[in-house]
């Protein structure tokens, strides 16, 4: 297990959120739009990807455990302190790779935000319309609940789009109080 082999697997996990950020917006427009047909597809690609990045997450796990040995440092070490213990020009590309997930993962928890915003309005209005039309058993409220259940669904597979781990493994070391 080398840094070469740690790098090619966060490019990888790069391509894989870069692939969620479209994915999210893609998810975006069909909300916006209100082509709710389309909705459990956008959610279904959503999910296939949040899959992939957690297999790219175990196999990212496995090789910053190893290399962050190498530098005789914490196995579960972050990626800023991976890239303060490694030497040149190691260093550099390890930073590069924080400051693009640093980026990348404010980005996607920014439109899973406005997606999950989007996505509550949308199920309050078609909640508050199958409501109002009570019992009625007309293909318009069969609609509307049909709309309500892609809603719902939608919604909770919104909840959390990156991992607990991601977001430690990129997160900020905490800064050293000055005394």
Do not use: C
């Not at 082999?5 to 427009?29: C, D, G, I, P, T």
């Not at 213990?85 to 993962?105: G, I, K, R, Y």
């Not at 069969?142 to 919104?158: D, K, P, S, V």
């Amino acid at each position: 297990m080398s840094v070469t082999e740690l790098s090619a697997v966060l490019w990888r996990e790069r391509e894989l959120l870069e692939l969620l950020m479209f994915k999210l917006e893609e998810k975006q427009r069909v909300i916006s739009t209100g082509h709710v047909r389309w909705l459990g597809y956008a959610t279904r690609e959503v999910e296939q990807v949040l899959d992939q990045i957690r297999t790219a997450e175990l196999e990212r796990a496995v090789e910053a455990d190893a290399v962050a040995r190498g530098f005789d440092i914490v196995p579960t070490s972050n990626l800023a302190d991976l890239a303060d213990a490694a030497p040149q020009p190691w260093d550099e590309l390890l930073t590069s790779h924080l400051e693009a997930f640093v980026a990348l993962t404010a980005q996607i928890q920014d439109v899973a935000r406005e997606n999950r915003e989007l996505l509550a309005t949308s199920l309050l209005s078609t909640s508050e319309a199958t409501t109002r039309a009570g019992d009625d058993a007309s293909a318009a409220v069969y609609e509307l609940r049909m709309q309500e259940i892609g809603y719902r669904g939608a919604l909770g597979a919104t909840a959390r789009v990156l991992q607990p781990s991601l977001l430690a493994f990129v997160s900020s070391p905490k800064p050293t109080p000055i005394p």
